[in-house]
């Protein structure tokens, strides 16, 4: 058992979620015994906070990783495809926040509290699914296991966050505009240059990352696709559908599912997801309880809510599950996954 603590290193440590992955390493106390933060040639030089003490950012080459027991990157697929193998032939363990990775049936896609055994199968890189996939199964997880599941339809809310600091600023600079009624150019979302680009304030977008020949966006066939690889369900109904919203932090979703189970209630749902790990229930309509974005913000749980049984279908149930995007769908989860490969003796 390793005492002294783990070579850790950051990729992306500049960004808003290696920020979020620093925050968490240190209110978890994880036992580091030397931290390298790794950016772009952009960002390197820059100094980051942790622990009370400046850190410096260096340039993020295949050489940074030697040494480096675990390598936490979030710096966009590009990078991870460049240097997650990089990292791995020197001996580290990655876990990837991207999604470059993720439906390569050698890598493992977890979310500890629904699939952590799967990290034994991992050959150097772990990775950290979307932040929307995460939310929802590690919810319908405990019901699937009480209950069985046959169909999952779901709708997102997802903040702009999700799409990166610039998102923000330009979410912030347009209802700005708008509010003194003055003229402003949408310049961020979508980042495509070749895609028409769309008013994020006082809107809603149905359309996150390209668009597939079936019709679907990428993200929504990240979900659907994510979703059966994590419960092993390659079979499952999963439909999505993803929009983005004006909401700086936090996910929505309107979720239907279908369970094989007859004469299940709402109160047996309840109960499973009361003790579930990682889950919050917050479901008590006539006192108006139940999650919202702007209260899931700095929390690590997922938090669902209006869970209802449907009107025509005796298997089916509607819920609404919210979490923080940037941390249960990022940080946090990369985090939860560092922990258990410490916990389970997969790095020495």
């Not at 028409?196 to 993200?219: L, R, S, V």
């Not at 059966?228 to 239907?256: D, F, N, Q, W």
């Not at 449907?310 to 249960?328: A, P, Y």
Request: glycine share 6%.
């Amino acid at each position: 058992m390793n005492t002294s603590g783990f070579h850790i290193a950051v990729v992306g440590a500049t960004g808003a979620v290696g920020q979020q992955m620093l925050n968490t390493l240190e209110k978890r106390d994880f036992p580091i015994k030397q931290l390298t933060l790794l950016s772009s040639a952009r960002s390197a030089g820059s100094t980051v906070t942790f622990k009370g003490k400046e850190w410096t950012v260096e340039e993020a080459k295949p050489e940074s990783f030697e040494g480096v027991d675990i390598a936490l990157f979030s710096a966009g697929g590009s990078v991870s495809k460049l240097l997650a193998p990089e990292a791995v032939k020197r001996g580290a363990i990655v876990v990837d926040n991207t999604s470059a990775f993720r439906m390569d049936p050698d890598v493992p896609l977890v979310v500890p509290e629904v699939n952590e055994e799967d990290i034994k199968l991992h050959n150097g890189i772990i990775a950290n699914p979307n932040c929307s996939t995460i939310q929802m199964v590690a919810t319908l997880e405990p019901i699937r296991k009480e209950y069985g599941l046959s169909k999952v339809i779901v709708s997102t809310y997802q903040a702009v966050s999700g799409a990166g600091a610039a998102a923000i600023d330009e979410l912030h600079e347009q209802s700005q505009a708008i509010l003194n009624g003055e003229s402003f150019s949408p310049a961020v979302l979508p980042v495509k240059s070749d895609e028409k680009h769309y008013q994020i304030a006082f809107n809603a977008i149905p359309q996150i990352d390209k668009f597939e020949e079936n019709g679907f966006t990428f993200e929504e066939m990240k979900m659907i696709n994510e979703t059966k690889k994590i419960m092993h369900m390659p079979t499952l109904k999963v439909s999505a559908t993803c929009v983005r919203l004006p909401v700086v932090t936090g996910h929505s979703e309107s979720v239907y599912i279908e369970i094989d189970n007859e004469d299940v209630t709402v109160k047996d749902l309840h109960r499973l997801l009361i003790d579930a790990p990682g889950v919050t229930l917050e479901d008590v309509p006539g006192e108006q309880v139940y999650p919202m974005p702007a209260y899931a913000v700095g929390k690590p749980d997922v938090f669902v809510g209006r869970v209802r049984k449907d009107l025509d279908e005796d298997k089916g149930f509607h819920m609404w599950i919210v979490s923080d995007n940037l941390l249960k769908g990022a940080a946090w989860n990369s985090v939860q996954i560092a922990e258990s490969l410490v916990k389970l003796g997969l790095v020495k």
